[in-house]
């Protein structure tokens, strides 16, 4: 049986290399990422964010980040986290399908030059693959965090969608990679329309 001490260290160091792998294959696109989504903030554009279980948080996470302030002082930016009104999900769910619970929201908030944010550790989830149809309906760009093989979502991109794909096959190590990229799509997103200000 492995000690304590013995199992930390193998998270540890399966988080860095996961980490690492995802930066030598996805440095670029990260950037190219974070160069549309301040463009389209720039244009006036918001960003639509969903997932789901710990996807939902980081979807949380990263619209509130937008709203109110990464690391520097700055004006709020539009984001919203489709995973937070509950009349509104379990309505859908139970109108229609839980399938439908980020799409209808798309729909009904989602307006040409929008971003939707999508997150899935899988690449599979149902209703992130709903979500990613009724943008490319609705003229949004998809901006795809994922990992393992990029699932189902890897292969609905359109044009001028980005994949996001953590070079890791567990979970955990997926979900440390994507708040990761979340924090570098928020810092560079705040160098892009803020540039050089003091952090705090």
């Given at each position: 049986?492995?000690?304590?001490?013995?199992r930390i260290e193998q998270h540890f160091a399966a988080s860095i290399a996961a980490k690492q792998g995802t930066l030598a294959t996805m440095g670029p696109c990260i950037v190219q990422a974070a160069e549309l989504l301040a463009?389209?903030?720039?244009?006036?554009?918001?960003?639509?964010?969903?997932?789901?279980?710990?996807?939902?948080?980081d979807a949380q996470h990263f619209a509130a980040e937008l709203v109110n302030r990464f690391e520097i002082e700055r004006p709020g930016l539009a984001a919203i986290a489709l995973t937070t009104d509950s009349s509104a999900l379990t309505s859908i769910a139970n109108d229609y399908a839980?399938?439908?619970?980020f799409a209808r929201q798309v729909r009904a908030l989602g307006r040409p030059g929008d971003i939707l944010l999508a997150i899935s550790t899988s690449g599979n989830s149902p209703n992130v693959l709903t979500a990613m149809t009724a943008a490319r309906e609705r003229g949004l760009s998809t901006v795809a965090l994922t990992g393992r093989d990029g699932g189902r979502m890897a292969?609905?991109?359109?044009?001028?969608?980005?994949?996001?794909?953590?070079?890791?096959?567990?979970?955990?190590?997926?979900?440390?990679v994507h708040i990761l990229i979340?924090?570098?799509?928020?810092?560079?997103?705040?160098?892009q329309l803020f540039g050089?200000?003091?952090?705090?």
């Open positions: 049986m492995m000690e304590p001490l013995a463009e389209r903030l720039r244009q006036g554009h918001k960003i639509l964010v969903c997932g789901n279980g710990g996807s939902a948080a839980f399938e439908h619970i292969g609905q991109l359109g044009e001028g969608d980005i994949e996001l794909r953590a070079a890791a096959t567990a979970t955990a190590r997926i979900q440390e979340i924090h570098c799509l928020c810092d560079l997103v705040d160098h050089e200000e003091e952090q705090t």
